[in-house]
């Protein structure tokens, strides 16, 4: 039973272009949603996240959007750059100690190409 | 601060041997987790600790042990390992809800191949 559904799979940007990452999750009860990202041969780092409290959160070039309703959320990368070339992974988890554990998603590989 | 630290970093075993992946953090966090990582299939976990003395299967358990008898240490067990364990294997930490900022921190994890 896959709880978090992440696509594309693989997706490749033009540089200054914008990467778009979408996510769907199951379980209502989830209510924190991380984004992490991994370069080869290191472990993932939290990125950004977000709380269902919101619809829209960003740092920098990195924005989450988030669709309680529609149980989706997506990570938007604007002016991508080569440097962002690395997997990234959606996850969630709820607020029930014992049961805090991250669900992550399959995982995009984003190449940024000049 | 060394954050969470994994060892070995590569290993190779054969069929039908046992190994255990040393997992330690530093920041005091009350949650770790054992994920393993396969090419498109994300990340697994296969057990999780809530804290010194408690332990919880996760979705991909069989074939592994854990132990927790420490806050800082979860080591991860082999036995009579198979092809079908090679993989990547992470370790993360983070603190609960209740505890402060639900950050995982992940290690840099152990390439096993098993022959």
């Known amino acids: 039973q896959q709880q978090v559904k992440q696509s594309p799979q693989s997706l490749i940007v033009q540089k200054g272009g914008i990467s778009i990452i979408n996510c769907a999750y199951e379980n209502t009860a989830f209510d924190y949603f991380p984004w992490y990202q991994q370069f080869p041969g290191k472990g993932p780092a939290l990125l950004i996240a977000i709380r269902p409290d919101v619809s829209e959160k960003k740092e920098g070039r990195f924005t989450i959007s988030f669709n309680k309703s529609a149980k989706q959320f997506s990570l938007h990368i604007m002016d991508s750059q080569p440097g962002d070339s690395a997997t990234y992974f959606c996850a969630a988890s709820m607020r029930d100690f014992g049961n805090e554990k991250l669900t992550f998603g399959t995982g995009t590989r984003l190449t940024i190409i000049p | 601060n060394a954050g969470v630290t994994q060892t070995p970093k590569f290993r190779i075993l054969k069929i039908g041997q046992s190994m255990t992946l040393q997992c330690a953090q530093d920041?005091?966090?009350?949650?770790m987790y054992w994920y393993r990582q396969d090419p498109g299939m994300g990340l697994k976990l296969i057990y999780y600790s809530v804290g010194a003395g408690i332990t919880d299967k996760g979705e991909v358990p069989n074939g592994y042990n854990v132990s927790r008898s420490t806050t800082e240490d979860f080591p991860l067990r082999l036995e009579l390992a198979a092809p079908s364990q090679t993989s990547v294997y992470f370790c993360?930490?983070?603190?609960?809800w209740g505890k402060g900022n639900t950050e995982a921190f992940f290690g840099q994890g152990t390439r096993l191949t098993v022959v």
């Open positions: 920041m005091n966090h009350n949650y």
């Open positions: 993360a930490s983070s603190y609960s």
